[in-house]
């Protein structure tokens, strides 16, 4: 039990601190007592790994996150033309920025890993919770604006 509250908080630093470098996203773990449900449609990224130890990395986001994120990796405003549609994009590059990081603090930065592409799907909040029910480690956080994002790990 020690090792996954380890590797929760792990998780939690590398995903907090990536949003907020480098998508500008502020957020932090939502409380167990708070934690609510994926409410709507969300964008699911999904990674897998090879290494030490082999699985999958998630993120998920609301479709508002997503279209921030991407506006933000683009230093453009939200409702500038060129974000619309980079959602799925955002949410796939910034899962594939977080899984680097975190297999290099897991397994060490000399270690033999691999990582496959991230692939990107929209689904209801529903179908999110039933696919990641079994994850290893899932981290809900909320940004300032009440929005839900999820980190997970599949192994």
């Known amino acids: 039990m020690h090792e996954r509250e380890n590797d929760l908080r792990l998780l939690g630093r590398v995903v907090i601190g990536i949003l907020e470098e480098a998508a500008f996203l502020f957020t932090e773990p939502m409380d167990d007592d708070a934690r609510t449900e994926v409410a709507g449609e969300v964008y699911v990224a999904r990674i897998g790994y090879r290494g030490a130890s082999n699985g999958e990395m998630v993120l998920s986001t609301p479709l508002t996150v997503a279209s921030e994120l991407a506006a933000n990796l683009m230093g453009l405003e939200p409702d500038d033309p060129e974000v619309e549609g980079k959602g799925a994009e955002a949410v796939g590059e910034m899962l594939n920025i977080i899984g680097g990081t975190l297999l290099k603090e897991w397994f ?48």
């Open 108 to 155: 060490g930065a000399s270690s033999d890993f691999e990582m496959g592409i991230p692939k990107v799907e929209r689904m209801s909040g529903d179908q999110f919770t039933q696919k990641t029910s079994g994850a290893a480690l899932h981290l809900p956080l909320i940004t300032e604006e009440g929005e839900r994002i999820d980190a997970a790990v599949m192994k």
